[in-house]
Every structure is written in structure tokens, then in C-alpha cells.
């Protein structure tokens, strides 16, 4: 079956400094990968998106790494924020079957000033 | 509306009583998915839209399940005969087409007395 999953459950980080959170995905057929956070009551909100023909893609103060070798998604957030505290999650779907989308469990993200 | 809208935000029922929640997703997206949460994790798939498709329903976790849509507008999850279990906060998403990022309503949360 597929599983998308998460290191850290819980990362706490200073205010200004960069963050990293991880994701680990087991299917080789994984085409697709999309990043959403949410915020707590709300419904998750995208972030960035990634294709498996790439293996970086930046937006503003975000970038995600993509390693198909060892089936790896990273989200870096630069100089974080208090407003970006909440819980993160990837998201994967297969080539074959873009009708599904299979969410990690989530990683909270605790920004202290 | 300029995003997904869910209704009602909130619902609390009995244990064995039928509920209906609803989703208007953004106007002219073609694909709509049902997600479930549960407290702290992640997003379960349920059932996913395309157009006037047939319905990839292979998500839904019982036959008390089940959804609806029109054409490429409203959408409607029901659950009959409600369990403790079902309590979770139900999300309802869109796209413009399958296999693109996702926009979220905020939830149904729902809890089974």
C-alpha cells in the first residue's frame, strides 16, 4: 500500500532561523508531490508542488527537495516566522492514478519569538 | 465564493442518527475530493469527483458512506446511521482538474454523541 510518512512529529525553531521538515514516501511511482500547511480550525492551505522530473523547486522563502533515490521530500522554510507555525503535511500521488492523494500525518512546526 | 465553502462548520448528533454534510467548491473546478481527519493525523481519502466521471469511491470506509455530486457544482457526503467512530473533522477540497493542487474548505467538524 502506499505510505507517505513524516521524521519529526514536532520541530520547535527560533524565529529567524531556517526550518526543515521532512517527508518519506515508499512508492517508486510517486509523480507528484505537494506540500500544505494547517493552521489549527482551518482547512490545509497549499504551498508548494513539486514533479518527479524535478529535484528542487523554490517559492517565496520556501523550497522543496525532491530525492527519488531514497524517496525523499524536504520543505525549507527560510528565516521563520511566528505566522508560520502549524502543522505541515506532504502529499503524494502516482502517475498512474492522480485521483488520489495520500497525505503524511503531519508535522507540527512551533516558531518561538 | 472566492474558495471552497463547507457547511455547517460545525455539527454535534447521536449516535445512529443520519447526517449530511456539504461542499460548494470553487466555480469551474472539475475534481472534488472528500477527505476524512481525525484528531492529529492526517487526511484520509474517502471519495474523489471528475466532471460528469464516474466516481472513484474506493476510499469510503463503510457502506453508511456515500456522496454525490452535481455535474461540477455542490457535492454532498452523508453518513447514515452515524458511529463514535465517524466523529473527525471532514474536508472537502477542489481542483481545476485532477492531479493539481488542491483547495481546501475548512471542515465539517463533526462529533457522534
Known amino acids: 500500500g502506499e505510505s507517505v510518512g513524516l521524521h519529526l512529529p514536532t520541530l520547535s525553531v527560533q524565529e529567524g532561523d531556517n526550518s526543515i521538515i521532512n517527508c518519506a514516501y515508499s512508492?517508486?511511482?510517486?509523480?507528484?508531490f505537494i506540500w500544505y500547511k494547517q493552521e489549527s480550525g482551518k482547512g490545509p492551505q497549499f504551498i508548494i508542488d513539486?514533479?518527479?522530473?524535478?529535484d528542487k523547486r523554490q517559492g517565496q522563502r520556501v523550497t522543496v527537495l525532491l530525492n527519488k533515490t531514497v524517496k525523499h521530500l524536504s520543505l525549507q522554510i527560510a528565516a521563520t516566522q511566528p505566522g508560520d507555525s502549524a502543522v505541515y503535511f506532504c502529499?503524494?500521488?502516482?502517475?498512474?492514478?492522480?485521483?488520489?492523494?495520500?497525505f503524511g500525518s503531519g508535522t507540527k512546526l512551533n516558531v518561538k519569538p | 465564493g472566492a474558495g471552497v465553502s463547507q457547511s455547517p462548520s460545525n455539527k454535534v448528533t447521536e449516535k445512529g442518527k443520519d447526517v449530511e454534510l456539504r461542499c460548494d467548491p470553487i466555480?469551474?473546478?472539475?475534481?472534488l475530493y472528500w477527505y476524512r481527519q481525525r484528531l492529529g493525523q492526517g487526511l484520509e481519502f474517502l471519495i474523489y469527483f471528475q466532471g460528469n466521471s464516474a466516481p472513484d469511491k474506493s476510499g469510503l470506509p463503510s457502506d453508511r458512506f456515500s456522496a454525490e455530486r452535481t455535474g461540477e457544482s455542490v457535492s454532498t457526503l452523508t453518513i447514515q446511521r452515524t458511529q463514535q467512530e465517524d466523529s473527525a473533522v471532514y474536508l472537502c477540497?477542489?481542483?481545476?482538474?485532477?492531479?493539481?493542487?488542491?483547495?481546501f474548505g475548512d471542515g465539517t467538524r463533526l462529533s457522534i454523541l
Open positions: 512508492n517508486s511511482a510517486s509523480d507528484y
Open positions: 477540497a477542489s481542483s481545476f482538474y485532477r492531479g493539481q493542487p488542491q483547495h
Open positions: 502529499a503524494e500521488t502516482p502517475g498512474y492514478n492522480f485521483n488520489k492523494f495520500y
Open positions: 466555480s469551474g473546478h472539475t475534481a
Open positions: 513539486i514533479r518527479s522530473n524535478m
